[in-house]
């Protein structure tokens, strides 16, 4: 926005537009968050519990009775595991809306936004265009002389090619 700090009325233009394109795409951004939400809450990642050291690799008698099992250690570590999981989900998902919603609304609104300028660029005539540019009314004056003397050296320079070329 550097350079837009010369002229204040379409950095304003433009900063509206780019608020407008941004809540179009919302939407969009949010369905796709809820998305991955959903899909983690709906199924497990298996390789988590697969890692998780059992019991009897630890040591522990697989042939214990079930009411051995049923402690309060075990319900701990259950409680432990279920944490750890809940955590590493959390992460994922830390790091991947962001992703998401760079992907589904910044980018898409990047898009509309030059999509828009270049439309309505395109339709403005140029006293609307000069009135973004707050362009000095003198210096608007001078720039459209020196592009008018910038024809006339064209023309010239093509009827003199013209004449040259007839020899």
Request: glycine letters at 2%.
């Amino acid at each position: 926005m550097q350079e837009l700090r010369r002229y204040p009325t379409l950095q304003a233009d433009i900063a509206a537009a780019a608020g407008e394109a941004l809540e179009r795409f919302r939407n969009d951004s949010k369905k796709t968050v809820l998305r991955l939400v959903d899909m983690e809450s709906s199924y497990l990642t298996v390789d988590f519990f697969r890692k998780l050291p059992q019991e009897a690799e630890k040591g522990g008698n697989p042939t214990a009775s079930s009411v051995d099992r049923y402690t309060e250690g075990h319900f701990r570590k259950i409680a432990s595991n279920v944490s750890s999981y809940i955590v590493m989900v959390s992460e994922m998902l830390r790091n991947a809306i962001p992703k998401a919603v760079v992907y589904c609304q910044v980018q898409e609104a990047k898009q509309s936004l030059l999509d828009h300028f270049y439309t309505q660029v395109v339709k403005r005539e140029d006293r609307v265009i000069a009135q973004l540019l707050d362009e000095d009314p003198l210096l608007r004056e001078r720039r459209q002389q020196c592009a008018r003397r910038l024809e006339l050296y064209k023309s010239a320079r093509d009827e003199i090619d013209s004449v040259l070329w007839v020899r």
